[in-house]
């Protein structure tokens, strides 16, 4: 009867053990959820925060844009707008003789897609190669196929057209 007695204290003892472990655990995913919803709580407040600071930076920007332009109203003599300077590339005229013209001008215009008379070949700084007056045609600062901008342009001319100058 001890015996008996004895397994039924474990298995009561075990049970208590089983109980207080799934106690243990069920407090851990409380933990958890809880540590979830701060986590959250967190976010909302960080892009709350990110917003208004973004709308108060637009509202400095309205406000100070509405002082300049009634500024520029009350002394128009003493505030203009300055003009930005604009850099226009470098024309570097290169003079060739035929066969030198043939290997550096033998590109096809990435502009117009054809192939331009030999005294007629710019290549940028990027070193992309256009037709002359596609190239003077393009409006931008910026070289047409890559976007870079453009600082130099080198001229190709044939020796026989040094007229051109």
Known sequence: MEIVNSQNDEAEQLHAQIDQLRNAADQL????????????????VAA?????????????????NTIVDEFRLLFPEI????????????????????????????????????????TAACTSNCGHQFGKLCLSNWKKDTCPLCRTKVTEITEFIVSEDISLF
């Open 48 to 64: 709350q925060f990110r917003r208004d600071r973004y709308r108060q930076e637009q509202l400095h920007q309205a406000q100070i």
């Open 79 to 118: 505030v203009t707008p300055t003009p930005t300077p604009s850099l226009t590339p470098i024309i570097i005229k290169k003079v060739l003789s035929k066969e030198e013209a043939e290997a550096v001008m033998d590109d096809d215009c990435v502009i117009c897609l054809a192939t331009h008379k030999m």
């Open 29 to 44: 995913r409380l933990e958890a959820v809880q540590l979830r919803l701060e986590g959250d709580q967190l976010r909302y």
